[in-house]
T-cell receptor, first 113, second 113 residues
Framework: SAVISQKPSRDICQRGTSLTIQCQVD?????MFWYRQQPGQSLTLIATANQGSEATYESGFVIDKFPISRPNLTFSTLTVSNMSPEDSSIYLC??????????FGDGTRLSIL | QKEVEQNSGPLSVPEGAIASLNCTYS??????FFWYRQYSGKSPELIMFIYSNGDKEDGRFTAQLNKASQYVSLLIRDSQPSDSATYLCAVNSMKTSYDKVIFGPGTSLSVIP
């Protein structure tokens, strides 16, 4: 399976600031996703990152809060904007190639003070 | 009804026993079913996937699928303390125009030495 590198692995941020998380894959993949996992909870899909076009957001998530880029088939970024303590979570990049199961990066552990 | 449901646990089994993890899903159109293992502080790791009714075995793991009952299970034979983790059931959803994977809440498994 593809090797997925996610940066940063963790960060502590001040409320009101923004953080951009990067996801780099060692091979071209069809689909890239961003998930959030709040403490003690399961995974919630934020959006599907589409190459060359706007991401497809799930209910409850909006582009102004979570802008996503995907300039090519191996790279995507997720920005968490105007952060509040409620945004403290693990953010996970996931990739899937055609007819293959999804795999996850190591995640970004984000704490907001 | 939630899209993917699992018993939250914790499920405790003695070392060497069979652990049985269950999952039900609501979308009759779902075609792909996955089991992920997540250790505390780590990202989810794919351990099994199944597409057809019946059983699929891989080492100590067996996935069972019954589409008519909308039920998928994971059996872990000869359970080891290293199997202690949260197990996430995931199902692809065909309710949107694109193929996305929905995760259940997870079942916490504890294997007692």
């Amino acid at each position: 399976s593809a090797v997925i590198s996610q940066k940063p692995s963790r960060d502590i941020c001040q409320r009101g600031t923004s953080l951009t998380i990067q996801c780099q894959v060692d091979s071209q993949v069809t689909m890239m996703f961003w998930y959030r996992q709040q403490p003690g909870q399961s995974l919630t899909l934020i959006a599907t990152a589409n190459q060359g076009s706007e991401a497809t957001y799930e209910s409850g998530f909006v582009i102004d809060k979570f802008p996503i880029s995907r300039p090519n088939l191996t790279f995507s970024t997720l920005t968490v904007s105007n952060m509040s303590p409620e945004d403290s979570s693990i953010y996970l990049c996931s990739v899937r190639d055609q007819n293959q199961p999804q795999h996850f990066g190591d995640g970004t552990r984000l704490s907001i003070l | 009804q939630k899209e993917v449901e699992q018993n939250s646990g914790p499920l405790s089994v003695p070392e060497g026993a069979i652990a049985s993890l269950n999952c039900t899903y609501s979308d009759r159109g779902s075609q792909s079913f996955f089991w992920y293992r997540q250790y505390s502080g780590k990202s989810p790791e794919l351990i099994m996937f199944i597409y057809s009714n019946g059983d699929k075995e891989d080492g100590r793991f067996t996935a069972q699928l019954n589409k008519a009952s909308q039920y998928v299970s994971l059996l872990i034979r000869d359970s080891q303390p290293s199997d202690s983790a949260t197990y996430l059931c995931a199902v692809n959803s065909m309710k949107t125009s694109y193929d996305k994977v929905i995760f259940g809440p997870g079942t916490s498994l504890s294997v007692i030495p």
